[in-house]
């Protein structure tokens, strides 16, 4: 579950993002979550009031916990620089190896000075801020002593969806996000991502160890 459906299953009237009042991205949040809103039908939006937050998983011996923004609030923005201490608390809360998250709509993959580790995949819906049309996901693979976690840039008819974004009058700052790959505001980014606006985004996989004894283990 993430805010939006969250909101969408209480029937909520606006998404819960954790925007700013009165910023650019509130203000343009009240077009989409109204359309979104109005779309979903009653039956889906009791789906999503039962989804799960969080799910955990085993993969390779690790165990991981899905959470939409941190374990303390669905609605919490986490970056790459965020600081480590912040990571951990949700690490511990959770009493995993790993947390995946999204919410920030920035793909990265940190390890933390303990062995634990944190991973966003990126977003499906929106660029990541790097100046191409592109959208990102990941896929986890277990290895020998570890995982394999590999970032993934899918590229897709963005200019059929920026069609159908303008049929359904939807906002025009971000139909033009899915094509120049610039997010219309950054408020909600930190200083070194947002130094980081317009370049391309590019991975190497990723092979996190698992940690002896493994750190975060709940017996």
């Given amino acids: 579950m993430g805010n939006c459906e969250e909101a969408l299953g209480e029937g909520g009237d606006d998404c819960r993002c954790g925007f700013e009042k009165g910023s650019q991205c509130d203000l343009l949040s009240v077009r989409w979550f109204a359309h979104a809103s109005s779309h979903v039908?009653?039956?889906?939006?009791?789906w999503m009031a039962g989804l799960p937050h969080p799910i955990t998983f085993e993969m390779g011996g690790a165990k991981f916990a899905v959470v939409h923004g941190h374990s303390r609030d669905i609605s919490e923005w986490v970056f790459a620089s965020?600081?480590?201490a912040e990571k951990r608390v949700a690490l511990d809360d959770l009493g995993v190896d790993g947390?995946?998250?999204g919410h920030s709509g920035l793909p990265f993959t940190d390890v933390l000075s303990d062995g634990r580790l944190w991973h966003?995949?990126?977003?499906?819906?929106?660029?990541?801020?790097d100046g191409t049309p592109r959208v990102w996901y990941s896929v986890l693979d277990p290895a020998p002593g570890g995982i394999v976690i590999r970032h993934l840039a899918l590229d897709?008819?963005?200019?059929?969806?920026?069609a159908g974004m303008a049929r359904e009058a939807l906002p025009d700052a971000y139909r033009q996000a899915l094509k120049d790959g610039l997010w219309p505001n950054l408020d909600v980014l930190p200083t070194a991502e947002a130094a980081l606006t317009g370049q391309a985004l590019a991975?190497?996989?990723v092979t996190?160890?698992?940690p002896e004894p493994r750190v975060g283990k709940v017996a």
């Fill in 41 to 46: 039908t009653p039956a889906h939006k009791a």
């Fill in 82 to 84: 965020t600081p480590e």
């Fill in 99 to 101: 947390v995946i998250a």
């Fill in 120 to 129: 966003n995949p990126g977003v499906i819906g929106v660029p990541a801020n």
């Fill in 156 to 162: 897709y008819d963005y200019e059929g969806a920026r």
């Fill in 203 to 205: 991975f190497d996989p």
């Fill in 208 to 210: 996190w160890i698992l």
